[in-house]
């Protein structure tokens, strides 16, 4: 089975400072993706990546940065962490093999900034 | 651009009884995919069934079937003889087909998801 693993079930930070949520694989899967999911507002995607030091923005990439250095780690960094980013952050990666293959996610971090 | 839509915030179902979760999508793609994941409460995400959308037979897995109406874009789950264990958030998906590497034709739009509560 694929494990995709988040690095913290909870998180607790402080306005202003720098948070990394990291996310490991064991499938060597190409791509991988951060989402952001909010009640009521369903996933969005910040970030993805299909392959080693390759990004892409989502549809949220304000206030958010990403780095992948090796194939199965792929990082989600709030540059300077905001209120606004309260949130649970779902991790999720997914083979290139074709549009059909599907996501497998992470626990997920949930992250409260106070 | 694809837009997803479930509009059913909350269901709720009897036990052993037969509940139907509704998803519409909007694309102007001939040929994409479409998931339905299931959150179950603090616990991972999981595909539940997918469908491709150049196929006219509908996706089934065991108590989980869909009704795929690609004219009508519609897209709804059929959970069949309901357990406790499928009380959880679900949620419809759409990605395009073919998957371009470089951009975000590959990506996952999901719906906002529906509640469903299971009664014993």
């Known amino acids: 089975d694929v494990k995709v693993t988040q690095s913290s079930r909870y998180l607790v930070k402080r306005t202003g400072e720098k948070v990394f949520l990291e996310c490991v694989q064991d499938?060597?899967?190409?791509?991988m993706f951060w989402y952001r999911q909010d009640p009521g507002l369903g996933l969005r995607l910040i970030y993805f990546?299909?392959?080693?030091?390759?990004?892409e923005k989502g549809d949220i990439p304000e206030g958010y940065s990403v780095s992948r250095e090796k194939k199965e780690r792929f990082s989600l960094i709030l540059e300077s962490a905001s209120t606004n980013q309260t949130s649970m952050y779902l991790c999720?990666?997914?083979?290139?093999?074709?549009?059909?293959?599907?996501?497998?996610f992470g626990d997920g971090t949930r992250l409260s900034i106070l | 651009a694809q837009t997803v839509t479930q509009s059913q915030p909350e269901m709720s179902v009897q036990e052993a009884e037969t509940v139907t979760l509704s998803c519409t999508y909007d694309?102007?793609?001939?040929?994409?995919?479409l998931f339905w994941y299931k959150q179950p409460p603090s616990r991972q995400m999981i595909l539940v069934i997918r469908q491709e959308a150049y196929k006219q037979q509908n996706a089934t897995e065991n108590r989980f079937s869909v009704n795929f109406q690609k004219a009508a874009k519609s897209f709804s789950l059929k959970i069949s003889d309901s357990q406790l264990g499928d009380a959880a958030m679900y949620f419809c998906a759409y990605r395009r087909s073919p998957m371009n590497y470089g951009g975000s034709q590959g990506n996952l739009i999901f719906g906002k998801g529906t509640k469903l509560s299971v009664k014993p």
């Open positions: 999720a990666s997914s083979s290139g093999q074709g549009a059909g293959e599907p996501q497998h």
């Open positions: 694309t102007s793609e001939s040929d994409y995919y």
């Open positions: 990546s299909y392959d080693v030091k390759m990004k």
């Open positions: 499938m060597d899967h190409e791509n």
